[in-house]
């Protein structure tokens, strides 16, 4: 009886090749594994943070405050009511004809 020494090797280096293949695949799992967790830990100790300087914070009431102004001085309107009421407001007739020359002017250039 002849024993094919051949083909031993051939079974034996199969085997091989197959263990080879699956500690590269654990190999890569554990890599895969390792560079998964460093992103997660990356990511958790970056954190994106906004601080917002005391200008910015002033500018913000600033808005605020202008937003709820009517744009009216209504000091001075009651100011200019009381005073036609009682006779005592005047008005300077040649700067309200320049005034008004000057805007219908501004009018025409635009």
Same mark, same amino acid.
Not at 12 to 18: A, E, F, H, L
């Given at each position: 009886? $002849?024993?094919?020494?051949?083909?031993?090797?051939? $079974? *034996?280096? =199969? !085997?091989?090749?197959?263990?080879?293949?699956?500690?590269?695949?654990?190999?890569?799992? +554990?890599?895969?594994?390792?560079?998964?967790?460093?992103?997660?830990?990356?990511?958790?100790?970056?954190?994106?943070?906004?601080?917002?300087?005391?200008?910015? /914070?002033?500018?913000? !009431?600033?808005? &605020? /405050?202008?937003? $709820?102004? *009517?744009? +009216?001085?209504? @000091? !001075? =309107? &009651?100011?200019? /009511?009381?005073?036609?009421? &009682?006779?005592?407001?005047?008005?300077? +007739? @040649?700067?309200?004809? %320049? %005034?008004?020359?000057?805007?219908?002017?501004?009018?025409?250039? !635009?």
């Amino acid at each position: 009886m $002849a024993i094919n020494i051949n083909n031993l090797q051939n $079974a *034996s280096q =199969v !085997k091989n090749d197959k263990v080879d293949q699956n500690v590269q695949r654990q190999q890569t799992a +554990v890599q895969q594994n390792a560079t998964q967790q460093a992103t997660q830990q990356g990511a958790a100790q970056r954190q994106d943070s906004v601080s917002i300087t005391p200008q910015a /914070k002033q500018f913000t !009431k600033l808005q &605020e /405050k202008a937003n $709820a102004a *009517s744009g +009216v001085d209504q @000091e !001075k =309107v &009651e100011k200019i /009511k009381q005073a036609i009421a &009682e006779g005592k407001y005047k008005i300077n +007739v @040649e700067q309200l004809a %320049r %005034r008004i020359m000057q805007f219908e002017g501004d009018l025409f250039n !635009k």
